[in-house]
């Protein structure tokens, strides 16, 4: 079975950075378009970014743009996402997936606070 696992979550203060990983096994990583999506407490999934199957279109939503850059490394099965300048706004589980949302991971908890 297809399978995503994030790491690399955890508690940061307001301006502080994160960089999320995302493994892909047990499918064909590199053919696949991927996004990040996040959740935060008591609200609906957001989108956050996406990027092409090989790595040279990349698409944020307007929240994080300028602070959150996503990138992949096909050869390692391995999606990125670097968060700086993170705000206590940006509190969420953070769940990557493929472009179609078929294929999901179990999410990493990220918080920011003082």
């Known amino acids: 079975e297809e399978q995503l696992v994030e790491s690399g979550g955890g508690l940061v203060q307001p301006g502080g950075s994160l960089r999320l990983s995302c493994a892909a096994s047990?499918?064909?990583?590199?053919?696949?378009?991927m996004n990040w999506v996040r959740q935060a407490p008591g609200k609906g999934p957001e989108w956050v970014s996406g990027i092409n199957y090989s790595g040279g279109i990349t698409y944020s939503a307007d929240s994080v743009k300028g602070r959150f850059t996503t990138s992949r490394d096909n050869a390692k099965n391995t999606l990125f996402l670097q968060m700086n300048g993170l705000r206590p706004e940006d509190t969420a589980v953070y769940y990557c997936?493929?472009?179609?949302?078929?294929?999901w991971g179990q999410g990493t908890q990220v918080t920011v606070s003082s």
């Open positions: 997936a493929t472009r179609f949302f078929d294929i």
């Open positions: 047990r499918f064909t990583f590199g053919n696949y378009d």
